[in-house]
Structure formats: structure tokens, C-alpha cells
């Protein structure tokens, strides 16, 4: 690593969980695909459809998991209740029911990284405080890492379960900023959600780097800098230190904690 490269770095760097290090779309529709082809309730549909179909469901009903007003496990009975009818079945609680718990079981085995994810972290790792910043339960967050050999590398772990309010919500930043002992100029964030990573760090003064990995039209062209892959460490860090550049340390690394 070319030396004084450590100086470029941001002191905390905040990191989006799902679709930014854990590959949550792959997996999904991977896990969407094994119960189409093993039921027939949802067969009425391509799995283009199915996909697009429980992408808004999820939209739709995962506001109320993260305010505490719906399970997880009532959430997703719903949803594939609902995701069936789409593709013209009519089906019981239980067969709802029964729906999930085999989506469940194929998202927990298709799960992986997002390619690159690792030599990114690793690269990181010892040089800046890493702080994942995700909307969800502690421990799916916790476990999902744990399962992809990535917790080693992650100095603070904040859902927001635990605070209380998802990203976009300032307080969630700012809790992630206190554990990490960083100012927001100190940080910058990097997530592929532009309303909840780019709009809700800069709601508090933190700089972001957008994870455009899907190709998305960019809101802001010029303004606000895109990643689209993971595969080259070194240009994603390139991107961040250039978001922060000129910014004054003013903390040591190291100093992170984990929840």
C-alpha cells in the first residue's frame, strides 16, 4: 500500500448492510425462485414478476417491522399471502405460513457477499473505523455477518431496531457517529439506498459516496459520487478519501466499539 495512503482515509467510514456488503437481492430472488419452482401457488407468474411484485410488498409492509407495529414473521406471512393472490392463488394462513418458513430456509442457504465485499473491508480494516449502519433486527444484522465471515471486520454495528427510528432518521447517524467517537465531517457514508444512506447521512452532516450497483439514474450527476462495484478496493477508497479531502483527523482509529 503506497505510503501516507492512511491519511486519505475518512476517520469513520459508514457502511449500508444489505445490497452494499450482503448480496440481499441474490439471495432474495434466489430464495423467491426455489419456492416457485417447489409450490405451485406461485406459478401463475415469471419470476421477473414475482420478484418486481414482492419488491413493492416489501416496501409496502417493512415500515411497519421496523416501527414495531407488524412481526417479522406475521410480515411475512402477509407478504407471501399477498404475493400469491398476485399470481392468482388463494391461500390459507397456514399455507401462507408454510410459504415463508421454505422461503426462509432457501434466502438462509443462497446467502452471500457482495462480490468484492470482503477485499473491501479488508482493505479498510485497521486503517479507519468501519461502522455498519442498517436497517433491520440486531441479530439477523449480527448473524448475516457472522455467517459471511465479516464481523472481524466491522468495528460498530448499528440497526435500527436497537435506536429505535430506520434510516433516513438523523438519530441513527448520530448514534453511529457517537460510538465511533467522529464528527460528522469526520465520516463519510456509503450505501446503495439514496433516500435512506445518501439523503439520511447528509441529513446530519456526513458526506456519502452513492453504491449505485444496480445503475440507477443518478439524482444528483456531479454532485454526489457513484460506486458501482466492489471488485476494485482500491478505486472505492479513492472515493471516499476524495469526499472528504481536506478534511482535518481528529481521532485515532482503533477506537470504535461493537454494539
Known amino acids: 500500500m503506497p505510503r501516507g495512503s492512511i491519511?486519505?482515509?475518512?476517520?469513520?467510514?459508514?457502511?449500508?448492510?444489505?445490497?452494499?456488503?450482503?448480496?440481499?437481492?441474490?439471495?432474495?430472488?434466489?430464495?423467491?425462485?426455489?419456492?416457485?419452482?417447489?409450490?405451485?401457488?406461485?406459478?401463475?407468474?415469471?419470476?421477473?414478476?414475482?420478484?418486481?411484485?414482492?419488491?413493492?410488498?416489501?416496501?409496502?409492509?417493512?415500515?411497519?417491522?421496523?416501527?414495531?407495529?407488524?412481526?417479522?414473521?406475521?410480515?411475512?406471512?402477509?407478504?407471501?399471502?399477498?404475493?400469491?393472490?398476485?399470481?392468482?392463488?388463494?391461500?390459507?394462513?397456514?399455507?401462507?405460513?408454510?410459504?415463508?418458513?421454505?422461503?426462509?430456509?432457501?434466502?438462509?442457504r443462497e446467502r452471500r457477499a457482495v462480490p468484492g465485499a470482503r477485499a473491501f473491508l479488508e482493505r479498510l480494516h485497521g486503517r479507519t473505523v468501519v461502522a455498519v449502519v442498517s436497517n433491520n433486527q440486531l441479530r439477523e444484522q449480527d448473524e448475516k455477518l457472522a455467517y459471511l465471515g465479516l464481523r472481524g471486520l466491522i468495528d460498530v454495528l448499528v440497526v435500527s431496531e436497537e435506536v429505535g427510528v430506520p434510516k433516513p432518521d438523523p438519530r441513527i447517524f448520530e448514534v453511529a457517529l457517537e460510538r465511533a467517537g467522529a464528527a460528522p465531517a469526520e465520516a463519510v457514508m456509503f450505501g446503495d439506498s439514496w433516500k435512506a444512506d445518501v439523503l439520511g447521512a447528509r441529513s446530519v452532516g456526513v458526506r456519502a459516496v452513492w453504491f449505485n450497483r444496480f445503475r440507477l439514474p443518478n439524482p444528483e450527476p456531479g454532485v454526489v459520487r457513484e460506486v458501482r462495484s466492489l471488485r476494485d478496493p482500491a478505486r472505492v477508497e479513492r472515493a471516499l478519501s476524495e469526499t472528504t479531502a481536506g478534511v482535518r483527523r481528529t481521532r485515532r482509529f482503533g477506537a470504535g466499539r461493537a454494539p
Do not use: M
Open 7 to 108: 491519511d486519505r482515509l475518512p476517520a469513520v467510514v459508514l457502511l449500508d448492510l444489505d445490497d452494499t456488503l450482503f448480496d440481499h437481492s441474490y439471495t432474495a430472488r434466489a430464495a423467491l425462485d426455489a419456492v416457485r419452482r417447489d409450490t405451485g401457488a406461485l406459478s401463475g407468474k415469471s419470476l421477473n414478476r414475482i420478484w418486481e411484485e414482492y419488491l413493492r410488498l416489501l416496501d409496502a409492509i417493512h415500515p411497519d417491522v421496523l416501527a414495531g407495529r407488524v412481526s417479522v414473521e406475521d410480515s411475512r406471512r402477509e407478504r407471501f399471502r399477498r404475493l400469491a393472490a398476485y399470481c392468482g392463488a388463494d391461500i390459507s394462513p397456514a399455507q401462507a405460513h408454510d410459504l415463508s418458513q421454505l422461503y426462509r430456509s432457501a434466502y438462509q
